[in-house]
């Protein structure tokens, strides 16, 4: 099992036992779609380190990475500031 599913696995067992509350659950959610935009990083870094993908697409999905990122980056924080 890969250090992402392993750690789904362990958030998943976190909130099975732990606070079910709104803020809570949020959070989680939050911090699951930054592993996942880790992971997309980790493959496309991958995919240009193997050739599969030239430098031009690298930069368009990274761009597209980077603004996901700031996107979950922002509504974490109005989550923490309870927006």
């Known amino acids: 099992m890969d250090s992402g599913a392993m750690a789904l696995r362990a958030e998943y067992e976190r909130r099975r036992s732990s606070d079910p509350s709104p803020a809570a659950q949020l959070e989680a959610e939050h911090e699951h779609r930054r592993l996942a935009l880790r992971t997309e990083r980790q493959t496309i ?3 240009r380190q193997s050739g599969e993908i030239g430098d031009d697409a690298f930069h368009i999905v990274e761009e597209e990475l980077d603004w996901v990122e700031m996107y979950v980056d ?7 500031q309870g927006q």
Do not use: E, K, M, S
Not at 74 to 80: D, E, H, M, P, T
């Open 45 to 47: 870094i991958a995919l």
């Open 74 to 80: 922002q509504r974490a924080r109005g989550v923490q």
